[in-house]
């Protein structure tokens, strides 16, 4: 019955070790100038948002900001895209507007030392939907609207995860894109193109354990097995 125990024990203990929690951290890259250029494409075949402005990434628990500049101008540079078009949102079908997840999300540019390099690259959530919405007023669309989707993980460049004291490797996170002057394709939304104003991307790093405390989890392991088997030898 020990032996059982202590076995399950250890079970345990190896699933908590390579089972990484979410980091206490918020990753943020953004821009807070309106209408910075780029365009966002919204088609059957999915959303592009191409050359989307990106200034500043910073740490928004320890406030650690630096600037992005390089590809897009003198700025970093967003570019994405969503799966296919599924189907007007049945909460609000005429506002908004959902595409499969998947497709691809990257920043590129030069932050701390990371340089002309992709700073993040990722994929959305196969397992949800991306969001197109649309403003409207009066009964009429405005023009204006925001694109919004749940990141599927990804990677941090190395060199700037370590200038802001967080890991490489992204758990999940979240995209925003604000558009104005977003013009129809056709007589029915939400296909078309408009420009890109404010982008967010928020990421949640992991939380990975530094390599002492592995050494010591690896130690305890070591001893409880060791134990297992004494006890083993004993009880046959």
């Known amino acids: 019955m020990r032996t059982g125990l202590c076995a399950a024990a250890i079970g345990a203990l190896l699933t908590v070790a390579w089972t990484p929690p979410a980091s206490a951290d918020t990753i943020a890259f953004n821009n807070g100038i309106t209408h910075t250029g780029g365009t966002i494409t919204s088609a059957a075949t999915g959303v592009s948002v191409t050359s989307g402005r990106i200034d500043t990434v910073g740490n928004l628990t320890t406030s650690t900001f630096l600037p992005v500049s390089g590809l897009c101008g003198t700025f970093g540079c967003l570019n994405l895209t969503t799966g296919a078009f599924v189907g007007a949102d049945a909460s609000d079908p005429t506002r908004k507007f959902n595409f499969q997840g998947g497709g691809s999300i990257s920043v590129t540019g030069t932050a701390d030392g990371a340089v002309a390099t992709t700073l993040y690259s990722g994929s959305f959530d196969t397992g949800a939907n991306v969001t197109l919405t649309l403003d409207m007023a009066g009964g009429a669309y405005t023009g204006n609207g925001v694109l919004s989707g749940t990141l599927d993980g990804g990677t941090l460049n190395p060199i700037l995860a370590a200038a802001l004291g967080v890991p490489s490797n992204i758990l999940s996170g979240s995209s925003s894109n604000n558009f104005i002057s977003f013009a129809f394709s056709g007589a029915t939304p ?47």
Do not use: H, I
């Not at 404010?198 to 989890?217: C, D, F, G, R």
């Open 190 to 236: 939400p296909f078309g193109t408009g420009n890109l104003t404010t982008n967010t991307v928020q990421l949640l790093p992991s939380a990975v354990p530094e390599p002492a405390t592995l050494l010591l989890l690896g130690s305890g392991l070591a001893a409880a097995g060791a134990r297992l088997r004494r006890r083993k030898m004993q009880f046959e």
